[in-house]
């Protein structure tokens, strides 16, 4: 007759050392992602995504200016650079830094929660 469906044993979670690496390796929000927490995803990502692209504008804008100053032929013989904006850039490589730590941080605790929480109890019929 007709045998019943077999069902599908549950998808196995990532682990703790494939999170990491996607949040260390690949881009921070990684991990919280596939820990399908949606919302920290999304703030990591957004939140160090536009702190690494100020430090990265706050360092070319260093650059263009610094080889601007040089093609300028009436600062030729000037030996003058321009001021290097460091408050920018130690605000800017501070926040991207902690927030890529922090980030990492977050993945660990939030596996070791998970893993400390029971599972849910069978469906009594």
């Known amino acids: 007759m007709n045998a019943p469906p ?5 998808p196995k979670p990532a682990s ?9 390796a690949g881009f921070p929000g990684a991990g919280q992602a596939l ?10 990502a957004l939140g160090f995504g536009g702190a690494f692209l100020w430090l ?3 360092f070319f804008w260093f650059m263009l200016q610094y080889y601007q100053m040089g093609m300028n032929a009436d600062l030729a013989g000037d030996n003058t650079t ?11 490589l501070l926040l991207s830094g902690f927030l890529y730590l922090f980030n990492l941080v977050d993945v660990f605790l939030a596996h070791r929660r998970r893993a400390r929480k029971p599972p849910p ?4 019929y």
Request: net charge positive.
């Open 6 to 10: 077999e069902s599908k044993p549950p």
């Open 35 to 44: 820990q399908k927490r949606w919302g920290a995803a999304v703030f990591y």
């Open 82 to 92: 321009p001021a290097f904006p460091w408050i920018q850039f130690g605000v800017s």
């Open 16 to 24: 703790l050392q494939m999170m990491m690496l996607c949040s260390a």
């Open 121 to 124: 109890a069978p469906p009594l």
């Open 56 to 58: 990265l504008g706050v």
